[in-house]
T-cell receptor
């Protein structure tokens, strides 16, 4: 049972380059999210998706693009990398939440991205 | 505007004693709260949660308390074990909505 798989685990980019962070889950979860973790800032939501074909912005969406063509995959694209995007990126998935409840998110192990 | 705050960046506790991690929130619309645990180089893993219709939830050594009037929740770990050493994140959401807001985390060190 793979859960949430993120690739690559590490990446170094030059300013202005573009790249795609991959995220795949095999639990048939409807909800998927991308977070970035920075020192002293906790986890901040970048983009999320409530199902295939549906995406929405989170707290810090600028400079990032997402799409959800299948239930399993939720790639995050950096359009033109900037040093401020140096961070650890986590992808997460969960089932649909219920009333007065929520569904715990399952996280991948992260992608550590450095922008020079 | 930090809607979920964990004011203690770090905490050290002796093995066998109680660990208490605190979390405050400002958004009165939050009605579901979760705690996640994170080891270095791994993603966060779900630990325990509580709905706003309850004030306490237990799961083994872990208990979460919610004080809605004070907009405060706490995670108690009893007894603390060295394997509990990790960063703990408090998280909150509103109305069954999966958009989750995380706190900044508290690094717990359990000393053998």
């Amino acid at each position: 049972n793979a859960g949430v798989t993120q690739t690559p685990k590490f990446q170094v980019l030059k300013t202005g380059q573009s790249m795609t962070l991959q995220c795949a889950q095999d639990m048939n979860h409807e909800y998927m999210s991308w977070y970035r973790q920075d020192p002293g800032m906790g986890l901040r939501l970048i983009h999320y998706s409530v199902g295939a074909g549906i995406t929405d912005q989170g707290e810090v969406p600028n400079g990032y693009n997402v799409s959800r063509s299948t239930t399993e995959d939720f790639p995050l694209r950096l359009l033109s990398a900037a040093p401020s995007q140096t961070s650890v990126y986590f992808c997460a998935s969960s089932l649909r939440p219920r009333t007065y409840s929520n569904q715990p998110q399952h996280f991948g192990d992260g992608t550590r991205l450095s922008i020079l | 505007d930090q809607q979920v705050k964990q004011n203690s960046p770090s905490l050290s506790v002796q093995e066998g004693r109680i660990s208490i991690l605190n979390c405050d929130y400002t958004n009165s619309m939050f009605d579901y709260f979760l705690w996640y645990k994170k080891y270095p180089a791994e993603g966060p893993t779900f630990l325990i949660s509580i709905s706003s219709i309850k004030d306490k939830n237990e799961d083994g050594r872990f208990t979460v308390f919610l004080n809605k009037s004070a907009k405060h929740l706490s995670l108690h770990i009893v007894p603390s074990q060295p394997g509990d050493s990790a960063v703990y994140f408090c998280a909150a959401s509103a109305g069954g909505y999966q958009k989750v807001t995380f706190g900044t985390g508290t690094k717990l060190q359990v000393i053998p």
